[in-house]
């Protein structure tokens, strides 16, 4: 049985991980059904990884910068990119 930590995390067991195709990066919907939470994995990681470069841009452009994607991109946002697209390439090698 899996438990709530203090900041309110929990880990899902590796079986049901791997029915559900969620690897490290998938973004997952949280939401209440009946009394219970629910979590499921984002349909399309395509889309995320679209959304994320859109956000990233954005941000660039905020701050005054001309930021490319591939260029001066803010290490940790880099990180999580980069494992989206890898849980996206092993959803669809599948």
Not at 72 to 78: H, I, K, L, N, Q
Request: hydrophobic share 30%; no cysteine.
């Amino acid at each position: 049985m899996a438990k709530v930590d203090s900041k309110g995390r929990i880990v899902l067991p590796q079986e049901v991980r791997e029915r559900l195709g969620i690897t490290p990066g998938t973004e997952v919907e949280i939401h209440e059904e009946d009394g219970k939470a629910v979590v499921e994995p984002e349909d399309d990681p395509e889309q995320i990884i679209e959304r994320m470069d859109r956000l990233l841009e954005e941000t660039a452009s905020e701050r005054g910068g001309t930021t490319s994607l591939e260029d001066g991109v803010d290490p940790v946002a880099r990180k999580h990119r980069d494992a989206v697209r890898r849980g996206a390439e092993k959803r669809t090698d599948e």
